[in-house]
């Protein structure tokens, strides 16, 4: 009787990659520094192992490259890039690569994908006013926008704002400086569909890049899901109190 095993997986090593990634763009660690504002001894240690990556390395080293981050983990990085045809990639509800900043609730399905021409993003604006959101972002590509829910105004740098109900839908230069702002106290909930990398998208956003602040930021939406429901749970009571 045959035994069918499971193939160990192979380990990931950001080193290799990084070091596989940089002679295929023909680039010298003297090019890879300039670009990264990383020293050479540096980038030389974390090629041969002796040094680990940080997110704020890898958001560096993810933009120099052109790459997504998640490319420099992956263990057949040194495979030589390949058209492929009839790619998928299901995102099931409750999961996805999730971002958290004052401005934004982002969750990236498809991010086990890399190498998209299109980054797909449902986003929660939290801002009710510009001047809570701050400075307006701007990244690379054009941006598709869709509104799932709500109603949201969006701002930009050369346009007076737009608002969006849900059912409307803008493109527009990603380049030029913009915000979404909701509008009112209902949920907004809007889908973004990106040409600039997810790397890049996360860099426009201001997230801090610092490995703890990563991790913490990277909570899962089932999480986020329970947390909402105890909220509720905890609102129903109160109001059946309040009924007595």
């Avoid at 990264?36 to 560096?60: C, N, Q, W």
């Avoid at 598709?144 to 969006?154: H, I, K, M, N, R």
């Amino acid at each position: 009787m045959t035994l069918n095993r499971k193939q160990p997986q192979p380990k990931s090593e950001p080193g290799i990659a990084l070091r596989t990634l940089r002679k295929r763009k023909q680039l010298t660690l003297a090019e890879v520094s300039a670009r990264t504002d990383l020293p050479v001894s540096t980038l030389s240690k974390i090629e041969t192992g002796k040094m680990s990556l940080s997110y704020d390395k890898l958001a560096r080293l993810s933009t120099a490259l052109e790459v997504d981050i998640a490319q420099l983990f992956e263990p057949d990085t040194a495979a030589p890039s390949t058209r492929v045809q009839g790619r998928r990639s299901i995102t099931r509800a409750g999961e996805g690569f999730v971002v958290e900043t004052e401005n934004y609730g982002h969750l990236y399905p498809g991010s086990d994908l890399l190498n998209k021409h299109l980054v797909p993003i449902i986003a929660e604006p939290h801002a009710r006013s510009l001047a809570e959101f701050g400075e307006l972002i701007r990244h690379e590509g054009e941006e598709f926008v869709y509104v799932l829910e709500g109603t949201v105004d969006l701002h930009t740098d050369l346009y007076a704002p737009a608002r969006l109900e849900a059912g409307d839908s803008m493109y527009f230069d990603s380049g030029m400086g913009h915000a979404y702002i909701a509008v009112g106290l209902k949920r907004c909930r809007i889908l973004s569909v990106c040409t600039a990398t997810q790397s890049q998208l996360i860099e426009a956003l201001g997230v801090e890049q610092d490995s703890q602040t990563a991790a913490r930021k990277r909570t899962s939406a089932q999480a986020a899901t329970k947390r909402q429901a105890v909220a509720k749970k905890k609102d129903t009571k109160r109001q059946g109190v309040r009924a007595r």
